[in-house]
């Protein structure tokens, strides 16, 4: 690589870098906004969002499209490697509209770490993962349970080819033979 690629190549990953920095203090600064204690469903029955944060007042919910959406087995997939890097840090949980019967054989299947739970039609919805024409939109949200009890959502992001939050993306665009990829179940 000549030098000129070389440093045009560094110059842009600064400016990348700070363009990131800058997005994420966006994030970080988003409206917090107070939310209902919400019920879900899991293996065992009903419970609420409160619930999920477990040991932890941080909670980190996916928002995942379903068993038939490829692209949300991969990011499952690499959930599952660094599950103990999260799950020390906040409680982690992914949601989807699929039954808990789904879940099961996907977390059986795929040797998931990570609880699986059935969200409802309207949390997705108040949370902006799910249009009024129900199409579903992938990504997470920050939830913070406060000391009287309270559960704020922080932020969110969404998932999608390229992101941040799926590696594989950025392994494939540096490949010479530049192949259109898409995962499969």
Same mark, same amino acid.
């Given at each position: 690589m000549s030098q000129d +690629?070389?440093? $045009?190549?560094?110059?842009?990953? +600064? =400016?990348?870098?700070?363009? $990131?920095?800058?997005?994420?203090e966006i994030?970080?600064?988003?409206? /917090?906004? =107070?939310v209902e204690d919400y019920e879900f469903t899991n293996l065992e029955g009903k419970l609420k969002l409160s619930n999920l944060f477990g040991?932890?007042? =941080? +909670?980190?919910?996916? @928002?995942?499209?379903?068993?038939?959406? /490829? @692209?949300? !087995?991969?990011? !499952?997939? =690499?959930?599952?490697?660094? @599950?103990?890097?999260l799950s020390?840090? !906040? !409680?982690?949980v992914v949601s989807t509209p699929d039954k808990p019967e789904v879940h099961q054989k996907l977390i059986e299947k795929n040797s998931y770490k990570f609880s699986m739970i $059935?969200?409802?039609?309207?949390?997705?919805?108040?949370m902006k993962f799910e249009t009024q024409d129900n199409k579903h939109l992938p990504g997470f949200s920050v939830f913070q349970k406060t000391n009287d009890g309270k559960i704020i959502h922080i932020t969110k992001?969404?998932?999608g080819p390229g992101d941040l939050y799926c590696g594989v993306w950025h392994f494939f665009d540096l490949l010479p033979s530049n192949k259109e990829w898409h995962p499969s179940l």
């Open positions: +690629l070389e440093k $045009q190549m560094l110059d842009l990953y +600064l =400016e990348i870098n700070e363009k $990131q920095k800058k997005l994420l994030k970080k600064n988003m409206d /917090p906004f =107070e040991d932890f007042n =941080e +909670l980190i919910l996916v @928002y995942n499209m379903g068993s038939k959406c /490829p @692209y949300c !087995a991969l990011w !499952a997939d =690499e959930y599952n490697g660094v @599950y103990k890097h020390s840090r !906040a !409680a982690f $059935q969200s409802s039609q309207s949390f997705r919805q108040k992001d969404f998932f």
